[in-house]
């Protein structure tokens, strides 16, 4: 038998308040445990929490950014379980009545397109930590983490594959970014996955009994994490085993995924109406107010470097990325406008210094003046492309100026034709047998005569001279 995999994801985003969702304590990450609570967000006895207002504006523009409904009227529940880490016995969260539903994500899968359904997006409040690491035969709770503003966006079962999985995530995790909601940082925790998947008969309309997955902090897992759900579930069902509805967790130095707990439905948690908050009211004039002011989203502005640029999907599918790196390359082809060009370099050569350094293109010390400055004397004739790479590379590593560097270094292209033939005579000289090989035919040597010439010269002949005068040269 044949199976289909069926995929729906849970995310969990840290809005980026600077205070918690129902108190003013910090959100600040990597403080010191239990630095950044009070009697609110501890869930001490007479204490009444008050809305970040800040939080649902957020939340607010990511609904309209997910495309999804908006209700006028929905109000916060109390979600009842018992957890070390959990001081009040429950959570904040929204239950029946979610500010946003029935919204939508379009996600490109290696060139195939499609729509995944999002079904609701909801407020709720952060629990605490439990730290195990260097603590012997004991656990302690930080709860500097209880009460920070996280939305949860639930998707629907569209997805199909793995693959589908992380595009779909990697979609949503670029425009939390761009709405400056949500850093998208996995590795701190403020932007967490839970994906469920089951298998069910080809054809079939029925859905398969779902295991829930937990402790995946990067894209990579996520994949390889399923990728051996999807085996272990599917070796199970033809063995005519049964798959058991449980949460289970990633092991990353093993790469299997292992048994946590059974997992709950909702009446579990025996939800009920948070008496202590009010029903949050949302104006059509609160929405309109903030839909103007959303910015040009990732879908959007990859379309528009295509059709305003003219440079390839793959190119703009890479440039949208990061918010940063697309606004670095806008401004760089304001200064320089040949997109393509700028492209590469950002593409092949930026990317690779930034990956090296781990550096974010907002902490890039290259301007995009300095590379459109390069790029000019290049046109100019003043440097060749090759040693272009090395006033790139010294640019990035000092910050200096493209023309302080190629004049301090003494690396302005040599274009003067006769110095040029001096150094082709000394490199014909030196390979008598190649020039005769060429000479009856050995065509593609040319090549090599080429790179020999350009090396002689330090990098720094003009390669279109180079050619000329060499070809010249040879077929006398």
């Known amino acids: 038998m044949q199976y289909e995999v069926v995929i729906g994801v849970e995310v969990h985003a840290q809005l980026l308040t600077e205070s918690k969702m129902f108190c003013g304590c910090s959100t600040r990450f990597g403080e010191r445990p239990n630095t950044q609570t009070c009697p609110v967000c501890l869930g001490l006895p007479g204490t009444l929490p008050v809305i970040n207002k800040k939080a649902v504006e957020m939340a607010i523009k990511t609904s309209l950014a997910t495309n999804c409904m908006i209700s006028a ?13 959990l001081p009040k016995g429950y959570q904040v969260s929204q239950y029946e009545l979610p500010l946003g539903e029935n919204g939508f994500l379009d996600i490109d899968t290696d060139g195939i397109k499609k729509k995944i359904r999002i079904r609701r997006v909801h407020m709720e409040e952060d629990a605490g930590k439990n730290l195990h690491e260097d603590i012997a035969n004991a656990s302690h709770v930080d709860l500097n983490r209880a009460g920070v503003p996280l939305l949860e966006i639930v998707s629907e079962p569209d997805i199909r594959s793995p693959e589908e999985t992380v595009s779909y ?8 970014i761009y709405l400056e909601v949500c850093d998208g940082n996995m590795d701190e925790g403020s932007f967490r996955c839970e994906p469920n998947i089951s298998l069910r008969p080809a054809g079939s309309l029925e859905l398969g009994t779902k295991t829930e997955l937990k402790n995946i902090n990067s894209f990579k897992f996520v994949q390889k994490a399923l990728e051996y759900e999807v085996k272990r579930q599917e070796k199970t069902l033809r063995e005519g085993g049964r798959v058991i509805q449980e949460t289970r967790l990633w092991d990353t130095d093993r790469e299997v995924t292992e048994t946590m ?13 948070e008496p202590d908050l ?3 009211m949302i ?3 609160w929405i309109e107010e903030i839909r103007s002011d959303l910015p040009e989203l990732p879908n959007a502005k990859r379309i528009r470097l295509v059709n305003q640029y003219g440079i390839p999907e793959y190119d703009a599918a890479l440039l949208i990325s990061s918010k940063g790196l697309a606004d670095y390359f806008e401004r760089c082809v304001s200064l320089y406008n040949q997109p393509k060009t700028v492209s590469n370099w950002i593409m092949v050569d930026l990317l690779r210094f930034l990956k090296a350094d781990s550096m974010a293109i907002e902490k890039c010390p290259l301007r995009p003046e300095q590379l459109a400055g390069m790029l000019k004397l290049i046109d100019k004739g003043t440097i060749s492309g090759k040693i272009a790479k090395t006033v790139f590379e010294e640019m990035y590593r000092t910050g200096k100026e493209p023309a302080t560097i190629v004049k301090e270094s003494g690396l302005t292209q040599i274009v003067d034709e006769s110095e040029i033939e001096r150094v082709i005579e000394g490199v014909i000289n030196s390979n008598p047998d190649k020039v005769e090989a060429y000479r009856k035919g050995k065509d593609k040597l040319f090549g090599f005569f080429v790179g020999e010439v ?8 003009n390669p279109a001279k180079v050619n000329d005068l060499l070809r010249k040269r040879l077929n006398r």
């Open 73 to 85: 009227y929905n109000r916060f529940a109390r979600k009842n379980y018992f957890y070390p880490d």
């Open 261 to 273: 707990r059974s997992k709950e439905e909702a009446h579990d948690y025996r939800y009920f109406p």
């Open 454 to 461: 350009m090396r002689a010269s330090g990098g720094k002949a």
């Open 283 to 285: 104006s059509r004039e």
């Open 169 to 176: 995530l990697k979609s949503l995790r670029d425009i939390l």
């Open 278 to 280: 009010a029903p949050i």
